[in-house]
């Protein structure tokens, strides 16, 4: 059988390949996240973004702990999976000629406004997009970062 179904996939399957991109993806992109949130994002805001303080916020945590270790596994495992089973498989229906960088950095782009509008105003109470403060645009540029970074990760490991 010949087409480019089988040589890529919609979705692919969950074998330890595909488990070990989405922890590969997800450390990678994490930790461009945390380079680019803790030591670069201070020079132009100011301070750090502090994704732990909006988990906080929106469960009522009083330990920054257990929200970074929160934060970090959404990172690592959560948005790589989100990546591969839906924004992939949706870029690839819709508009199959998208490049990957394209479909990565609107992933990116996805995650800002779930957490700036999702989590931040409508859980958390905080104006949309925190009020599209300087931050908020430290906060895309991350997320852009990690998203194009998580599918690198996937373009480098399964070719697409």
């Not at 480019?4 to 074998?15: E, G, Y």
């Not at 508009?95 to 406004?113: F, K, N």
């Amino acid at each position: 059988m010949s087409g480019s179904s089988h040589k890529h996939p919609i979705c692919p399957p969950l074998v330890w390949h595909t488990l070990v991109t989405i922890l590969l993806a997800g450390i990678v992109a994490d930790v461009s996240w945390e380079i680019w949130a803790r030591y670069i994002t201070p020079f132009w805001v100011g301070g750090p973004l502090q994704p732990a303080a909006l988990v906080q916020s929106v469960f009522g945590f009083r330990s920054l702990f257990w929200a970074e270790v929160i934060h970090a596994v959404v990172g690592v495992v959560f948005y790589p999976i989100g990546y591969l089973y839906i924004a992939r498989p949706l870029a690839r229906v819709i508009i199959p000629p998208l490049p990957w960088w394209v479909v990565g950095l609107c992933y990116g782009v996805g995650l800002w406004v779930f957490a700036l509008y999702i989590m931040a105003h409508i859980f958390a109470g905080l104006p949309p997009f925190l009020g599209f403060i300087q931050l908020t645009w430290a906060s895309l540029v991350g997320h852009m970062i990690f998203g194009f970074m998580t599918a690198l990760i996937v373009r480098i490991r399964h070719g697409w």
